[in-house]
C-alpha cells in the first residue's frame, strides 16, 4: 500500500517559472509533512516542512501548502533555477516527526536555461 | 546546522561476506536513527528505527538477523550487512532525530557494491 502517492514523476520547467509537486497522502495519523531534495549520489537534504496546523508555509523561494481535508500538500518553487535541477521527494511520519518517514517516488526535476 | 556523518561513503565486498555501515550524529545526541535502503532512480524505503540503547524495530520484511543495528550511543549507530549478496547492493541512508527535536537530518548515504 502506498501511503504517499507524489507526482508528477519528472517535470521540466524553465527558468524563472514556478515548478509544482503534488502529494497525497492516505494515513491521516501523519503529523509532519517535509520536502526532500536529492542530488545524485547524495542523501537526502531537507528543504521545508510543514504540520497540519498551519495551510502554508514560505521559506525563501520555497512553499509549501497544506490541504488537511483533501489530504494533500504540494512544493512550490518559486523562480526556478537551473540549480534546482535534482529529485524531490515528499515524506510524511507520525509522531511529528518522532517516526520513520514514508515517501513519495520522487519527482526528477529538470529546470532548462 | 546538525550534521549526520555516514562511513564508508563507497564500499565494495566480496558475495558472502559482512560489512559495516556507521552513522554518526556530529553536533547533536541522536536518540532515535532511521536507515533507508534506496534502489537507483527509487525512492527511500525504511529499513528500521533504532533507539539507543534498545533493540532495533524492523519495518515489514526486512530481515533483522541479515541486517543488524546497534545504537550503542547518542551519537553513533550501525548497519552491518551479513553475508551480503550481490541483491543487497544498494545506496544505504541513515537519518537522525535528537531528543525532543522535530527535525530529522539525513546522512551523504553509503553506496554497498557486492561483487
Known amino acids: 500500500q502506498q501511503q504517499v502517492k507524489q507526482s508528477p514523476q519528472s517535470l521540466i520547467v524553465q527558468k524563472g517559472g514556478i515548478s509544482i509537486i503534488n502529494c497525497a497522502y492516505e494515513?491521516?495519523?501523519?503529523?509532519?509533512f517535509p520536502w526532500y531534495q536529492q542530488f545524485p549520489g547524495k542523501g537526502p537534504a531537507l528543504l521545508i516542512a510543514?504540520?497540519?496546523?498551519?495551510s502554508e508555509k514560505k521559506e525563501g523561494r520555497f512553499t509549501i501548502s497544506f490541504n488537511k481535508s483533501a489530504k494533500q500538500f504540494s512544493l512550490h518553487i518559486m523562480d526556478s533555477q537551473p540549480g534546482d535541477s535534482a529529485t524531490y521527494f515528499c515524506?510524511?511520519?507520525?509522531?511529528?516527526?518522532?517516526?520513520?518517514?514514508?515517501f513519495g517516488k520522487g519527482t526528477h526535476l529538470i529546470i532548462q536555461p | 546546522g546538525a550534521v549526520v556523518s555516514q562511513h564508508p561513503s563507497r564500499v565494495i565486498c566480496k558475495s558472502g561476506t559482512s560489512v559495516k555501515i556507521e552513522c554518526r550524529s556530529l553536533?547533536?545526541?541522536?536518540?532515535?536513527m532511521f536507515w533507508y535502503r534506496q534502489f537507483p532512480k527509487q525512492s527511500l524505503m525504511l529499513m528500521a528505527t533504532?533507539?539507543?540503547?534498545?533493540?532495533?524495530?524492523?519495518e515489514q520484511g526486512v530481515e533483522k538477523d541479515k541486517f543488524l543495528i546497534n545504537h550503542a550511543s547518542l551519537t553513533l549507530s550501525t548497519l552491518t550487512v551479513t553475508s551480503a549478496h550481490p541483491e543487497d547492493s544498494s545506496f544505504y541512508i541513515c537519518?537522525?532525530?535528537?531528543?525532543?527535536?522535530?527535525?530529522?537530518?539525513f546522512g551523504e548515504g553509503s553506496w554497498l557494491t557486492v561483487v
Open positions: 537519518s537522525a532525530r535528537g531528543q525532543g527535536a522535530n527535525t530529522i537530518y
Open positions: 494515513n491521516t495519523a501523519f503529523d509532519y
Open positions: 510543514i504540520r497540519p496546523d498551519v
Open positions: 515524506a510524511a511520519s507520525n509522531g511529528g516527526g518522532a517516526d520513520g518517514l514514508t
Open positions: 553536533d547533536f545526541q541522536a536518540t532515535t
Open positions: 533504532s533507539n539507543e540503547g534498545s533493540k532495533a524495530t524492523y
